[in-house]
């Protein structure tokens, strides 16, 4: 039971993850199919589980909520399986996870963890670290202009695709037939992070991770040095602030999908100024601190070949999702605005 305090903390980010998926896919299919989005922009065979699933609550507690539509029905693997069946809004989540296989798996293990606190089972401190990374991301994907997301395909091309063959595609999950078999796309998760792949087409394919740096290859970095050197010296903190929380948030990320975690360029860049100095205590970066040197000794032992699991065992010894939870707190105060 000593894990249980664990749980309102996954609790809170998993809610939060999963009412900004729902809130960015209503606001698509709102967007596409007008007043009929919930009908319209659902595949057929989800709909009529989703609608089940509102009528069996119903029948048993009539005090439902007027304002709740079928998207609030809906888990993490349900929401995949309707961002999979239209190409455009595989696209928006594709900073997520280009390959749609890897981004079916990450809404699964979202789904475990609901799951686990659901029905009061402990959540481990790996997946409370999971948790806090992809709800970074998710917070980034949420702040992309309307104008600047895939528009969903027209009604009459996404519901002529849906009524082809309505029971060709298994329930709940339209694309697995096309999808690689599981084994093969863990193993591709590594493959997809831009860190450690050296070829263009995945940079392109994922833009908002270009701020991390590679660690044979730091270059990219370089081109906002000039800036951060300038914030620095005027001592801006929410321009240093939020060059730190981009690179925290991809190292972190890193733990769980790359060979060894990048070089921390900003944090080497940042640590050894004066405003680091003049601001440690004032800002309350301690936790900043721990957060790096825990990274730094994580890639050691990596890079001495230490094993995956050994390495979680090892982050979990340390407190590391605690650490992420602080930096969480951290950068939500300085950063609100």
């Not at 069946?85 to 789904?111: C, T």
């Not at 963890?113 to 409370?128: F, H, K, Q, S």
Request: aromatic content about 8%.
């Amino acid at each position: 039971m000593a894990k249980i305090d664990l749980n309102p903390d996954a609790y809170r980010l998993a809610a939060e993850c999963l009412f900004r998926i729902r809130q960015l896919v209503r606001e698509m299919l709102r967007a596409a199919y007008g007043e009929a989005w919930d009908h319209e922009g659902i595949p057929e065979e989800l709909l009529g589980h989703l609608t089940s699933r509102r009528a069996r609550e119903a029948s048993i507690n009539w005090h439902l909520s007027d304002s709740a539509d079928l998207l609030d029905y809906t888990g993490f693997a349900n929401i995949y399986d309707i961002i999979a069946a239209n190409e455009s809004a595989l696209e928006l989540f594709s900073s997520l996870a280009p390959d749609p296989n890897v981004l079916r798996i990450r809404f699964l293990e979202l789904d475990t963890i609901l799951n686990r606190i659901a029905y009061v089972r402990p959540v481990a401190d790996t997946e409370i670290g999971f948790l806090v990374s992809f709800d970074e991301r998710i917070r980034r994907l949420a702040v992309v202009p309307a104008g600047q997301r895939p528009a969903m395909a027209k009604p009459a091309a996404a519901k002529s695709a849906q009524k082809r063959d309505p029971k060709a595609i298994p329930e709940p999950v339209p694309i697995e037939s096309k999808s690689p078999p599981a084994p093969p796309a863990k193993e591709k998760r590594a493959d997809t992070t831009p860190v450690r792949e050296a070829s263009p087409p995945p940079a392109a394919e994922r833009p908002a991770a270009a701020p991390v740096p590679a660690p044979q290859k730091p270059a990219p970095e370089t081109q906002g040095d000039s800036h951060l050197e300038e914030a620095l010296l005027a001592g801006r903190d929410n321009v240093v602030l939020a060059a730190l929380y981009r690179e925290i948030t991809s190292l972190a990320d890193g733990l769980w999908t790359q060979a060894a975690p990048a070089l921390a360029v900003t944090w080497e860049r940042v640590r050894e100024s004066d405003w680091y100095n003049d601001r440690f205590a004032k800002l309350g970066l301690k936790s900043v601190s721990d957060f790096y040197g825990l990274v730094e000794e994580a890639r050691e032992r990596l890079l001495g070949g230490t094993s995956r699991n050994e390495l979680q065992e090892f982050l979990k010894e340390r407190n590391f999702a605690q650490v992420l939870l602080s930096l969480r707190e951290l950068f939500r105060h300085h950063l609100a605005g």
